[in-house]
């Protein structure tokens, strides 16, 4: 009587491994891609829009960035705030009822034209929306004042943070756009590396 019993419950648990094999191995093969344009980003909601580059796609698709999403810039994993309107990408991606998720996306192409400044933060102005950076190269100082605006995205140890939660001393490396020679927009901010 108990080896019927177990042998009842190891051919119900084969049926269950099989089932849950087959419902993850059912949810990749729905992967799919998508290539275009982004045309919109949505820094709260962690979603952009991206018109399509391809016949036959649909015209433009709406994507969420989750916590297990990959953004890749540049062959290197980086954060959500470092995409700008304009880039071209190739977005892997699930579907679930109306959302599509993002597994991996791709920058293929920026429409950027950014420039990156290292250093450490030696002022912070939350009246005027600036911060200010000093760097020592080849004996030589150098500082940048960089103006922030309420849609910029500052990221600290990979953590969203704001111009008041900067502390002079932090060693940062700043994505800015300079229209002129002495104004400098700051588009995205992250810890240096060590």
Not at 91 to 117: D, N
Not at 179 to 190: E, G
Request: with cysteine; charged share 25%; aromatic share 8%.
């Amino acid at each position: 009587m108990w080896s019927i019993v177990t042998t009842k419950r190891a051919r119900m648990a084969a049926a269950c491994a099989t089932l849950l094999l087959g419902v993850s191995v059912s949810a990749f093969a729905q992967e799919k891609t998508y290539e275009g344009d982004i045309v919109a980003l949505d820094g709260k909601a962690d979603t952009f829009t991206v018109k399509a580059s391809k016949p036959g796609e649909v015209l433009e698709m709406e994507f969420h960035a989750g916590k297990n999403s990959e953004l890749i810039i540049d062959a290197e994993r980086r954060l959500f705030g470092e995409l700008v309107k304009g880039d071209h990408v190739v977005v892997s991606y699930g579907t679930t009822g109306a959302t599509h998720t993002v597994r991996r996306a791709e920058r293929t192409r920026s429409a950027s034209k950014e420039l990156a400044f290292t250093g450490n933060v030696i002022a912070v102005d939350t009246k005027a929306h600036t911060f200010t950076v000093k760097t020592t190269a080849g004996g030589k100082i150098e500082e940048m004042q960089f103006h922030v605006s309420p849609a910029t995205r500052l990221y600290l140890g990979g953590e969203d943070t704001f111009l008041a939660q900067m502390r002079p001393g932090e060693s940062v490396t700043v994505a800015y756009e300079s229209p002129d020679a002495t104004t400098h927009f700051a588009k995205h901010l992250k810890k240096a590396k060590a």
